[in-house]
Nanobody, 126 residues
């Protein structure tokens, strides 16, 4: 497994932007596709998006398309989640997760990821 640490969360107003970072260590970063999930209080963990090993391919949940962008810097072992036009319903704990390149299946399933960060809180006020 790879060790992941998220940062960049906080309290913002509706319409604002935030960029989350996730720093990886412990294993070869380029052996993993990376995903972002979020979890609101009382709700299940929800898929946000995913980026391929090389960073050229991304996939997002429908509700995030056009507002959220995932990128990665393999030289820095870091993946990012840029969130724009934030809404109160975006509030939750955001987690990054690592998916080994040997795994096959639905990329939006938590079962595709074997390493998780501790999460960072994002709160959007109206």
């Amino acid at each position: 497994q790879v060790h992941l640490i998220e940062s960049g969360g906080g309290l913002v107003q509706e319409g604002a932007s935030l960029r989350l970072s996730c720093a990886a260590s412990g294993r070869t970063f380029t052996n993993y596709a990376m995903g972002w999930f979020r979890q609101a209080p009382g709700k299940e963990r929800e898929f946000v998006g995913r980026i391929s090993v090389g960073g050229r391919s991304t996939y997002y949940a429908d509700s995030m398309k056009g507002r959220f962008t995932i990128s990665r810097d393999n030289a820095k072992n870091t993946v990012y989640l840029q969130m724009n036009s934030l809404k109160p319903e975006d509030t939750g704990v955001y987690y990054c997760a690592a998916s080994p390149i040997t795994y096959n299946g639905n990329v939006d399933s938590t079962r595709m990821y074997d390493s998780w960060g501790q999460g960072t809180q994002v709160t959007v006020s109206s």
